[in-house]
């Protein structure tokens, strides 16, 4: 990898303290940065090298997942950071920055290679990538790229004007649009684990698959963010981009070999396949709600409508289930069911891809039934791949009993989604961020949803906070005699297994 300097807008904001700043070290600690590291943070605050350096230092002690401890590499890492008073409007300070940053690369014996990151709210998007291309910012001479966080657009329209501006000053192989769940590591397994095993390649169509279920429920409610959350909701802030890319990355089929440009290849196809919604039949598949009052975790939890700065008659969807088809031979008749919620019972992202019984509950023996076969991706909090199997003990008469197989090696020690992120893109690598083909049949994909909601069409479920979401999700997957696995209510998910089944995905 050859050293780059990264140029970080939003240096002083949240972001950059929790995640950019901490994976950076994390990088740096494991040696997978080309050295000399430098990076200049851009902001409006009057700060200095030293303080900026300070912040970054406190940042490293309170939110990094390995503490500093050697006080050496620490100097070293931290001395690779430089402040930059910037007005993101203002074409002049651009350039002003330009010299600083060519200094910089002289003095280190550095090739002009940048890195752009944008870590600032998505009406600066489109400023700061055309203030690049107007002072030279990004003519040096190397390579360069633009890590862009997320939103992106804010419906099909904005996010095709965004996309038209960014690509005055950039070509989409130098883009890399931050999806933050495609750097967890679970679900950057999911493509090795199929790439590597013909077994699983075998199983991966609808002849065995019998439904597929992603489901990304958080405990959280709005928090401080009722300005943002209450014109986007849960459609917007995790359906149309997260939930979608986890579904795209389960129904992808890869061979071995595959490429960065493959696998975005195949993402696209699985898009362009998947059945579209009409406005007036939303309410069919889809299914909308809203957090009212209820206990989580033992305290009370307020409803949505009562917390901070959210209008008391707000309409906006804090949670989403919806039922999705792919028109393809390989996934004709296996619905996707995706959910995702705030304030629900739990924090729990996870694919489940449950198996066809060919063996039907009456032919065993004695009547009994068996538990489907089931493969779970514990994305988050928890990581873990299991495959539950049925089994009997031997020599006894006993009931059929799940048994849960680990194929997850090493957990423990997993990077963060930031740090695969930013590797990946300082390496120039794409297949883990989101090519524009996605974001904009991802778009196209929820607008009716998003028209359907708009025009109030679909009910909006109140559901109790602390709960699993609106009845009305678990009636979605029972009209095709499926349910949601592994929320305790439903009654073929017994305690017993719950038990044995977080035994070990807890390790
Ligand atoms: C963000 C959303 O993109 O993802 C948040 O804006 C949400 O509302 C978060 O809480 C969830 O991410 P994670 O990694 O905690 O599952």
Do not use: C
């Amino acid at each position: 990898m050859e050293p780059a300097t990264i140029v970080l807008f939003g240096a002083t904001g949240d972001l950059a303290k929790r995640k950019i700043y901490p994976a950076l070290y994390n990088l740096f600690l494991d040696g997978k940065l080309a050295e000399p590291f430098s990076l200049f943070g851009l902001g409006r605050r009057e700060w200095t090298d030293e303080s900026f350096q300070a912040n970054v230092e406190k940042s490293l002690r309170e939110f990094s997942r390995r503490r500093p401890e050697d006080e050496e590499s620490l100097r070293r890492f931290i001395g690779g950071f430089r402040y930059h008073v910037l007005d993101i409007g203002r074409e002049d300070d651009y350039r002003t920055l330009s010299e600083r940053i060519r200094q910089r690369e002289a003095e280190l014996g550095a090739p002009p290679n940048r890195l752009f990151y944008m870590s600032v709210g998505p009406e600066y998007f489109e400023t700061i990538a055309l203030n690049i291309k107007a002072s030279g910012l990004g003519s040096a001479g190397g390579w360069k790229r633009l890590v862009v966080e997320k939103p992106f657009g804010h419906d099909l329209d904005s996010a095709r004007k965004l996309n038209s501006t960014l690509t005055q000053a950039f070509s989409e192989e130098e883009i890399f649009r931050i999806d933050h769940y495609l750097g967890k590591p679970i679900v950057q397994r999911l493509e090795s684990l199929q790439q590597a095993n013909p077994v699983i390649q075998a199983l991966w169509t609808n002849r065995y698959i019998a439904n597929v279920q992603i489901t990304a429920n958080e405990s959280l409610g709005v928090e401080e963010r009722a300005g943002y959350y209450d014109h986007v909701g849960a459609i917007r802030d995790m359906f149309q981009n997260h939930m979608l890319q986890l579904l795209m990355m389960a129904a992808i089929h890869l061979p071995n070999d595959s490429t960065s440009e493959k696998v975005r290849f195949k993402k696209k196809n699985v898009m362009e396949a998947l059945e579209l919604l009409q406005k007036e039949t939303v309410g069919a598949h889809v299914v909308r709600g809203q957090y009212a009052a209820g206990t989580i975790q033992g305290k009370p939890a307020a409803g949505y409508r009562e917390e901070p700065g959210i209008a008391p008659d707000s309409m906006t969807d804090t949670f989403i289930a919806a039922r999705l088809r792919i028109d393809s031979n390989d996934w004709r008749g296996v619905p996707f069911y995706i959910r995702t919620g705030k304030r629900m019972k739990e924090k729990s992202t996870r694919i489940v891809v449950e198996f066809k019984e060919p063996l039907k509950p009456v032919s065993l023996p004695g009547g009994e039934s068996a538990a489907p076969n089931l493969l779970v991706f514990e994305i988050g909090p928890k990581e873990s791949i299991t495959l539950q199997l049925n089994a009997k003990e031997p020599g006894r008469t006993g009931k059929f009993k799940p048994i849960h197989i680990d194929l997850h090696a090493n957990p423990s020690e997993s990077p963060e989604a930031y740090e695969n992120l930013i590797r990946d893109a300082l390496r120039g690598d794409g297949t883990f961020f989101a090519h524009w083909d996605e974001v904009e049949l991802s778009w196209q994909w929820v607008k009716p949803i998003l028209e359907a909601f708009e025009e109030q069409s679909v009910p909006l479920h109140l559901y109790e906070a602390g709960s699993y979401g609106p009845e009305a999700s678990d009636a979605l997957l029972a009209e095709d005699g499926f349910q949601w696995w592994f929320d305790e209510r439903n009654e073929n998910n017994n305690e017993e297994e719950g038990e044995r089944y977080a035994s070990y995905a807890n390790h």
